[in-house]
């Protein structure tokens, strides 16, 4: 059981450069969610899933897209990427009414 | 807006004292909450949950009290250990169970 996975680790961008973000889960769960982390600071909820074909936005959702063709996947796009956009990104899978499980994280640059 | 806030960002403790880290919320209708442990370098790792419908739940030398009244939570750790050491996160549960909503974390240092 791999759990969460998230590819790729770590990755350099030049603004307005795009990228997508793969977030996968062998646990079956219906619920998958991206945030991401700045320095020193809590996680913020970008998108979230209930459901293979539903997406949500989250607190912070400009700039980014998502995707849930597959139960088990959860894309995350960056269409034109912006300095603003550094961040650590993580990737969560829950059932309903119980805790998220996370990916180890992608460490996002963008100059 | 609704927020999920830390006292104190940084506790210092004696290795074998307890820790309690405190947490207020400010969603009433907030339905469940969970305490996160996230070690450098890694996603954060589930630790203990509690739903509004209870005032106390123990784990294994953890244990998360929830007053409503004032909405605050804590999370007791007994006899701490130097691993620990690590940001603690609180978060809330919205009552559809779907977004969840993090405060900014205490980092606990634990002294040997």
């Known amino acids: 059981n791999a759990g969460v996975t998230q590819t790729p680790k770590f990755r350099v961008l030049k603004t307005g450069q795009s990228m997508t973000l793969l977030c996968a889960q062998d646990m079956n769960h219906e619920y998958m969610y991206w945030y991401r982390q700045d320095p020193g600071m809590g996680l913020r909820l970008i998108h979230y899933s209930v459901g293979e074909g539903t997406t949500a936005k989250g607190e912070v959702p400009d700039g980014y897209n998502v995707s849930r063709l597959k139960k088990q996947n959860f894309l995350l796009g960056l269409e034109s990427a912006a300095p603003s956009q550094t961040s650590v990104y993580f990737c969560?899978?829950?059932?309903?009414?119980?805790?998220?499980?996370f990916g180890p994280g992608t460490r996002l640059t963008v100059l | 807006g609704e927020s999920v806030g830390l006292h104190l960002p940084t506790l210092s403790v004696q290795e074998g004292d307890n820790s309690i880290i405190n947490c207020a919320y400010s969603?009433?209708?907030?339905?469940?909450f969970i305490w996160y442990k996230q070690e450098s370098g890694k996603g954060p790792q589930f630790i203990i949950d509690?739903?509004?419908?209870?005032d106390k739940r123990q784990g294994q030398r953890v244990t998360v009290l929830l007053n409503k009244t004032v909405k605050h939570l804590s999370l007791q750790i007994a006899a701490t250990q130097p691993g620990d050491s690590a940001v603690y996160f609180c978060?809330?549960?919205?009552?559809?169970?779907?977004?969840?909503?993090f405060g900014t974390g205490t980092k606990l240092q634990v002294i040997p």
């Open positions: 978060a809330e549960v919205d009552e559809g169970y779907q977004k969840v909503t």
């Open positions: 509690i739903r509004s419908n209870m």
């Open positions: 969560a899978s829950s059932i309903p009414y119980n805790e998220q499980f």
């Open positions: 969603n009433s209708a907030s339905d469940y």
